[in-house]
DNA sequence: TCTGGGGTCCTAGGACCC
DNA sequence: TCTGGGGTCCTAGGACCC
């Protein structure tokens, strides 16, 4: 029996549940939302799901399904969804001490203290359908991954009426069980292939494998934070409540090709005009600047994909000077004669990689654990006996070994090694 | 004919320094 | 004369998520 819960508040099918609070006739209706330049399908309700209609699919695919089929088609309306999400993340937290909204449509709420997390789930999904009718279904397990496969499970199962709990070893094997390797938060199409050629099937699978080291050495940290998760242990903690954007993304695919050098930089200094002004309103200056460009890769001509990339001497946020750096590197970038399709720039406001120097005393020193504490992200760490170590942290295992002579360490954000004190 | 946009995190490998 | 190897920084790109 798990005592410390996290919930994951879902909203279903959100733009197409946005769409449809202004249009009650469409309830139990199929509707489908598509993307920019009404490309694809990137929204679809439960109906237009069983027609058949998959997420991304290309609108000219499904045209004439859709209109064989009556199913209602809307262009995207960012600006309401994201209204619409505010409103919603706005309730939860009027009702939970910690939320941690982590996209437009989904948040994770802290449960730990509430003695009926179940009701609790309840409650919400009751006050978010009725004061703001968007429908949601929550998912609650003792970590994040778990929480995201009880969710899952919410969506999926009539019985659970939209919440379903995970709160203790049988009910969470039962689920993991029920749940294909590639339905797991963490697991894409390329990792889920190479696990399967291991004999990891299912969530269940992956939970029970004996080889901790080969996880991480096949499938990176992630691979066994992961599956330290479906254990019970906490890997992915809350974050803060407003963290800065690291990178900002401004991109656009263009309705017909691009030829020139010219045209490409008028559309470039559009995108780096809305990035900077992403980056004041966060109050952050870049520091690295990337502009890319590439050809249209479902066309079978010359493909390339064009990169450059500057790390500002003097970081900054002005829009002019942004726009004069991108041009120089198109400049030194462009090939000319291939068809552009799409283009976009990217600013990064943080560092890459950030390290830490530490001094290290003796080993098991608790000075050092709590230095650690206070840089590090840390996670707890089960040894080959199954016991569990309170402390573990990132460790790039060569600058341990030589650095311990040294009685100091470098570490980095991106951890190649588990170490244990 | 027609295939989105905005993010995060991790790793391999080259250049360079001592 | 012998030309090593560890450490750091950065680029480039993969994988994944919604």
Same mark, same amino acid.
């Given at each position: 029996?798990?005592?410390?819960?996290?919930?994951?508040?879902?909203?279903?099918?959100?733009?197409?549940?946005?769409? %449809?609070?202004?249009?009650?006739?469409? /309830?139990?209706?199929? @509707? $489908? +939302? =598509?993307? #920019?330049?009404?490309?694809?399908?990137? *929204?679809?309700?439960?109906?237009?799901?069983?027609?058949?209609?998959?997420?991304?699919?290309?609108?000219?695919?499904?045209?004439?399904?859709?209109?064989?089929?009556?199913?209602?088609?809307?262009?995207?309306?960012?600006?309401?969804?994201?209204?619409?999400?505010?409103?919603?993340?706005?309730?939860?937290?009027?009702?939970?001490?910690?939320?941690?909204?982590?996209?437009?449509?989904?948040?994770?709420?802290?449960?730990?203290?509430?003695?009926?997390?179940?009701?609790?789930?309840?409650?919400?999904?009751?006050?978010?359908?009725?004061?703001?009718?968007?429908?949601?279904?929550?998912?609650?397990?003792?970590?994040?991954?778990?929480?995201?496969?009880?969710? %899952?499970?919410?969506?999926?199962?009539? /019985?659970?009426?939209? @919440? $379903? +709990? =995970?709160? #203790?070893?049988?009910?969470?094997?039962? *689920?993991?069980?029920?749940?294909?390797?590639?339905?797991?938060?963490?697991?894409?199409?390329?990792?889920?292939?190479?696990?399967?050629?291991?004999?990891?099937?299912?969530?269940?699978?992956?939970?029970?494998?004996?080889?901790?080291?080969?996880?991480?050495?096949?499938?990176?940290?992630?691979?066994?934070?992961?599956?330290?998760?479906?254990?019970?242990?906490?890997?992915?903690?809350?974050?803060?409540?407003?963290?800065?954007?690291?990178?900002?993304?401004?991109?656009?695919?263009?309705?017909?090709?691009?030829?020139?050098?010219?045209?490409?930089?008028?559309?470039?200094?559009?995108?780096?005009?809305?990035?900077?002004?992403?980056?004041?309103?966060?109050?952050?200056?870049?520091?690295?600047?990337?502009?890319?460009?590439?050809?249209?890769?479902?066309? #079978?001509?010359?493909?390339?994909?064009?990169?450059?990339?500057?790390?500002?001497?003097?970081?900054?946020?002005?829009?002019?000077?942004?726009?004069?750096?991108?041009?120089?590197?198109?400049?030194?970038?462009?090939?000319?004669?291939?068809?552009?399709?799409?283009?976009?720039?990217?600013?990064?406001?943080?560092?890459?990689?950030?390290?830490?120097?530490?001094?290290?005393?003796?080993?098991?020193?608790?000075?050092?654990?709590?230095?650690?504490?206070?840089?590090?992200?840390?996670?707890?760490?089960?040894?080959?006996?199954?016991?569990?170590?309170?402390?573990?942290?990132?460790?790039?295992?060569?600058?341990?070994?030589?650095?311990?002579?040294?009685?100091?360490?470098?570490?980095?954000?991106?951890?190649?090694?588990?170490?244990?004190?």
């Amino acid at each position: 029996m798990f005592e410390n819960l996290i919930g994951l508040v879902d909203c279903n099918s959100f733009y197409c549940s946005c769409e %449809r609070i202004f249009r009650p006739d469409l /309830k139990d209706r199929p @509707v $489908v +939302v =598509l993307s #920019n330049n009404d490309g694809c399908a990137i *929204a679809r309700t439960n109906e237009a799901k069983a027609l058949g209609i998959k997420m991304g699919e290309p609108y000219f695919k499904i045209k004439k399904l859709c209109t064989d089929k009556k199913v209602s088609v809307f262009s995207t309306n960012f600006s309401l969804y994201t209204n619409i999400s505010d409103r919603v993340m706005a309730t939860l937290k009027k009702y939970c001490p910690e939320v941690e909204v982590y996209s437009v449509d989904e948040a994770f709420i802290n449960l730990s203290g509430i003695k009926d997390p179940e009701s609790f789930g309840r409650k919400i999904k009751e006050i978010i359908l009725k004061h703001i009718g968007i429908p949601v279904s929550v998912g609650i397990a003792p970590t994040k991954v778990l929480a995201k496969v009880a969710n %899952r499970l919410a969506k999926k199962s009539k /019985k659970a009426q939209g @919440v $379903v +709990v =995970l709160d #203790n070893e049988i009910y969470i094997n039962e *689920a993991l069980r029920r749940t294909p390797i590639e339905d797991l938060w963490g697991v894409g199409i390329k990792n889920a292939q190479k696990m399967r050629a291991l004999g990891i099937k299912r969530g269940i699978d992956l939970k029970e494998y004996k080889n901790d080291s080969l996880i991480r050495k096949n499938f990176s940290i992630l691979g066994l934070r992961m599956k330290l998760e479906l254990e019970g242990i906490q890997c992915f903690v809350f974050n803060e409540p407003f963290v800065k954007k690291k990178e900002i993304m401004c991109s656009r695919t263009f309705g017909d090709s691009v030829f020139s050098k010219t045209h490409l930089k008028t559309a470039i200094a559009n995108y780096v005009t809305n990035a900077a002004a992403k980056l004041r309103q966060q109050d952050s200056k870049c520091l690295k600047l990337s502009v890319f460009a590439r050809t249209n890769s479902f066309k #079978n001509i010359a493909q390339y994909y064009m990169l450059g990339e500057k790390l500002l001497v003097n970081p900054t946020s002005n829009t002019l000077y942004l726009i004069e750096i991108a041009h120089e590197l198109i400049d030194k970038h462009y090939q000319e004669g291939y068809e552009y399709k799409k283009a976009g720039v990217r600013v990064s406001s943080f560092m890459d990689q950030q390290t830490y120097q530490i001094d290290l005393l003796e080993r098991g020193d608790s000075a050092i654990e709590e230095k650690l504490m206070n840089t590090l992200d840390l996670i707890n760490y089960r040894e080959g006996d199954g016991t569990i170590k309170s402390l573990a942290c990132g460790i790039d295992d060569k600058a341990w070994r030589m650095n311990r002579e040294f009685k100091s360490a470098r570490y980095t954000t991106s951890w190649n090694e588990l170490f244990v004190f």
